[in-house]
């Protein structure tokens, strides 16, 4: 069975600009969660998508956003990229949402701002 | 509010000793409890999970946690480590449910170990 799968896996964008990331789960998986993890802040939970309803956000502003399609797929945006926004953005999926369901992460996508 | 602190940020440890990576949990609520690892320019990949049951939980490439509610610990253990486990270990948490209050999981600082020849 194919893992989660994330494209592109390196991105360079300037300020200003915005940028959409794509998530593929686990066949079969229908839940698929966001992380942001940078050297400073570490890993940070970003959202989270159930049957194409986000059912979760973590604490970041308004320019991050996500959606989830019928086939279980995700992308995720960012808009008016910052330099801070460099980070290495984590797909994973489970079967549900359900919090003893395993989450099985992705390679990431490496974005960085100059 | 739930929070996970790994007490040590690296590791350095020689091939064939025992490793143990430390971590500790703060929660009002009982939580369930995870260590994935990292490799270099990857994804994170799921070592172990506790969610209830024996305290003694064993995972994937000899390694094993034992959760320990009194002192809400979950640490990490290895008897021998090997060069291939130089990487970067996370614990992380998450309350037990539907989806979870607070979104979904809530990862340490991470460790990393550097297992030396």
């Known amino acids: 069975k194919a893992g989660v799968t994330q494209t592109p896996r390196y991105l360079i964008k300037t300020r200003g600009q915005q940028v959409t990331l794509s998530c593929s789960p686990i066949s079969g998986h229908r839940s698929v969660s966001w992380y942001q993890q940078t050297p400073g802040q570490g890993l940070q939970f970003l959202f989270e998508y159930f049957s194409e309803t986000q059912r979760n956000k973590g604490n970041f502003p308004g320019r991050f956003s996500g959606r989830q399609f019928s086939n279980s797929r995700s992308e995720m945006n960012v808009s008016t990229l910052e330099l801070g926004d460099s980070a290495l953005y984590l797909c994973?999926?489970?079967?549900?949402?359900?919090?003893?369901?395993?989450?099985?992460f992705g390679p990431g996508t490496r974005l960085t701002v100059l | 509010a739930q929070s996970v602190t790994q007490l040590d940020s690296q590791v350095p440890v020689f091939e064939e000793a025992p490793v143990e990576l430390r971590c500790n949990y703060s929660s009002s609520v009982s939580v369930y409890l995870f260590w994935y690892v990292q490799y270099p320019n990857q994804g994170l990949q799921l070592l172990l999970k506790y969610l209830s049951g024996s305290t003694l939980v064993k995972g994937i490439n000899g390694f094993e946690a034992e959760f320990n509610k009194s002192q809400t610990s979950f640490h990490l253990r290895k008897p021998s480590v090997h060069i291939s486990d130089t990487a970067e270990y996370f614990c992380a948490v998450t309350p037990p449910g539907y989806g979870g209050s607070q979104g979904n999981l809530i990862f340490g600082k991470g460790t990393k170990l550097s297992v030396k020849p």
């Open positions: 994973a999926s489970s079967l549900s949402p359900t919090s003893s369901d395993t989450q099985y």
